[in-house]
């Protein structure tokens, strides 16, 4: 009765959920393509056996790098298909693993959607990425015969109090869920209390990525650009951090000789955030222009997708966005894999085992406003001891808590045995 409820009132949104896209689109207008995926409408089936991983957008893509790779090692005979539900998700699977998997749009969760999806591709396995529990999706799965894994599950405080309100669907989902991974035991604990039977502990598989080759080339060729300048990074920045940190930035002189980088979280914010830059007088480059900064350009603006790396590897000390407002952080491994020292805010809950370690090794350095933030990378900038000692820790910090992929492979080898 539960779960028919929820489907009535997901029927019910739908008029909503169009409406939302239609809105979404005016930013971005890739949100108007692919509209039948998202009611179990596909016009291509990859060929089976097919091995589906769902990754709602960037940060969960970008997780299940170093799971693609075992999984292509593993078993070579199967295709993989990505489902995501935002566009930038579906343009960083396009980026990172061009036409070696497939992608496509999770239907909304009503129950002739994922029907119709499970008919089409058939997959013998299904991998959700960190957290997303879809109570149509996983009870139609369980009917169908398709194993579906949570894997790299975290899930904070907020999150839980929010699954918290619907106790017994979110109890039965984890239930038909045929088996569950978190990151932490902090994870682990909130989904138990949810009702989930049993839950490993496997670490986090972002420890596991390697900074791509090519990306590291790409950023020797901005600091080539920049030149001899110190260079702070702010990257994946959210909606009004960037006002914060570029008026800090002016109180301060505009850095000196230093260059300040700001990469938005999200390209549909690129414009919005060189006006931001423009409005205060400062001047401004794009990465976009693909010219070498000038000695008189103030702010560099990051306005790609797929170069995070390249950021990190340009920089001498870097900000990573969402935490200095209330966003919870994006994914702070990534710099201390570079070994840039790394500098977050005060909201980490997304990333709270990894900024509380990251900061108990010395690899990163927590500010509580925009103000202690600026001066701290100004701090560091002008000490070059400093700067070596916290990418010594980034390093091995990362070192230590590698291995979470090679847990999940071992645990995705019982449903589908690889072929010896």
Not at 253 to 262: E, F, P, Y
Request: with cysteine; charged share 25%.
């Amino acid at each position: 009765m539960t779960r028919f409820l929820y489907t009535l009132l997901i029927h019910a949104l739908l008029p909503w959920a169009m409406l939302h896209l239609l809105w979404r689109a005016r930013k971005q207008p890739e949100y108007l393509r692919h509209w039948g995926e998202r009611f179990g409408r596909y016009r291509a089936r990859p060929p089976e056996p097919l091995i589906w991983i769902h990754a709602v957008s960037v940060g969960e893509t970008r997780a299940a790098q170093p799971l693609v790779a075992a999984l292509h090692a593993r078993y070579p005979d199967h295709r993989i298909l990505f489902t995501h539900m935002t566009p930038t998700g579906r343009a960083t699977s396009k980026a990172l693993f061009g036409n070696k998997v497939e992608r496509v749009y999770l239907p909304y969760d009503t129950p002739w959607a994922v029907d119709a999806f499970l008919r089409r591709f058939r997959p013998a396995i299904g991998i959700v990425m960190e957290t997303e529990l879809w109570p149509n999706l996983v009870a139609a799965s369980r009917d169908a015969g398709v194993p579906l894994l949570l894997v790299n599950g975290r899930l904070s405080e907020r999150s839980a109090r929010r699954y918290a309100r619907f106790p017994l669907l979110t109890r039965t989902a984890l239930r038909q869920l045929s088996a569950i991974a978190a990151i932490g035991a902090d994870d682990a604990k909130r989904l138990r209390q949810l009702g989930a039977p049993e839950v490993a502990i496997f670490g986090n598989m972002k420890f596991d990525i390697e900074p791509p080759a090519e990306q590291l080339e790409i950023g020797a060729e901005f600091r080539r650009r920049i030149d001899e300048r110190p260079v702070f990074l702010c990257a994946s920045t959210r909606e009004g951090e960037e006002a914060l940190i570029l008026d800090e930035w002016l109180k301060v002189g505009a850095g000196g000789t230093a260059l300040l980088i700001i990469v938005p979280r999200h390209p549909q914010r690129f414009d919005e955030v060189a006006r931001l830059i423009e409005s205060r007088g400062m001047k401004l480059q794009r990465r976009s222009d693909g010219q070498p900064v000038s000695a008189d350009t103030q702010v560099w603006l990051g306005d790609s997708m797929g170069e995070l790396f390249a950021y990190y590897a340009t920089a001498d000390v870097a900000f990573v966005g969402g935490s200095l407002l209330d966003f919870g952080s994006q994914n702070l491994i990534e710099p201390c894999t570079v070994g840039v020292p790394v500098l977050i805010g005060p909201s980490t809950f997304n990333f709270a085992d990894a900024a509380r370690n990251a900061l108990d090794a010395g690899a990163a350095r927590q500010c509580a406003d925009a103000d202690t933030l600026v001066n701290t990378a100004h701090e560091l900038l002008g000490d070059a001891g400093a700067r070596q000692r916290m990418s010594h820790a980034g390093h091995a910090f990362t070192a230590q808590h590698r291995g979470a992929t090679q847990r999940t492979l071992q645990l995705i080898e019982k449903f589908i045995p690889a072929a010896r």
